[in-house]
Structure formats: C-alpha cells, structure tokens
C-alpha cells in the first residue's frame, strides 16, 4: 500500500493562494464589485458571480467555530498523526475555513478559543495553512 499522503490539486484560480503559503501568508480572494471575502478560491464571487476577484493577505487570526479530534481508525496514511484535530475557523475576515488545530493537546481546544495560522510544510511546493491557540 503507498503511504505517502495526498498533495493539493491546484488549478489556475488557485496558485496565488499556494504561492502564499510558501511566503507564510494567508491569501483570501476579494471581490471588487460586491466587496466579498472568499475562501475557499474561486473563479467567480459566489455572492454577485463576478470574475472581478483580486487577492487580500488575511490577518491569519479566528475563532473555532466547531471541531472534532480523531483518535483512531483513520485512513492509514494519517495513522502517524494521531491524534488530530480537525476544525472550522472564523477567520476575522469573515470567512470559515477548514483546517487543523495543532500544538496543542486536543483538550485545550474548545468553540469560541481564538487562533492563529501556523504554516505546516508538506513539501517544497506546498505548505499547509493550519491553525493553534492563542
């Protein structure tokens, strides 16, 4: 069985928002014609429909909104990872986004905590946005 975990896909309309996290910064989409923030990328503003999408560095910091923390009986390639804590975020920007909490024992993490992105490398090419308390 191949151990190796998964790499994002990307897609034209979400390079900007990698090439980011290689820098450490957070990327949101912006739209100038109905003034949206957006995450995850998109070719188009899910609120007007507009193409006219821009790119804005979010503060990184949120609120949990809600979590679960797997302990066992995860896909194999995870196993190592265990236990971990999977996470809807808040972001100040007014946006939810999907993530991990990490450093921190699972615990600590209750609704309502505030976090801060933190920068996970996977590889070279790729860096994944996850979230700890603050």
């Given amino acids: 069985m ?4 998964p790499i994002p896909l990307t897609q034209p309309w979400t390079e900007a928002f990698w ?3 290689k820098h450490r910064k957070l990327l949101i989409q912006h739209c100038r ?3 949206s923030n957006i995450f995850y990328p998109r070719k188009f503003c899910p609120e007007c429909w507009s193409e006219n999408l821009d790119w804005i ?3 990184g910091k949120g ?10 009986m995860v896909e194999p390639r995870f196993m190592e990872d265990l236990p971990y804590t999977l996470a809807y975020v808040d972001l100040d920007e007014g946006i939810r986004m999907a993530t991990r909490i990490v450093d ?6 209750e609704i309502g905590k505030r976090v801060e992105v ?3 490398k996977l590889n070279d090419d790729f860096y994944l946005p996850y979230f700890k308390l603050i």
């Fill in 57 to 59: 560095q979010a503060s």
């Fill in 104 to 109: 921190c024992e699972p615990e600590e993490i």
């Fill in 33 to 35: 014609d109905c003034n």
């Fill in 63 to 72: 609120t949990v909104h809600s979590f679960s923390t797997a302990y066992d």
């Fill in 19 to 21: 090439e980011g996290t």
């Fill in 2 to 5: 191949d151990m190796t975990k």
């Fill in 118 to 120: 933190t920068f996970h």
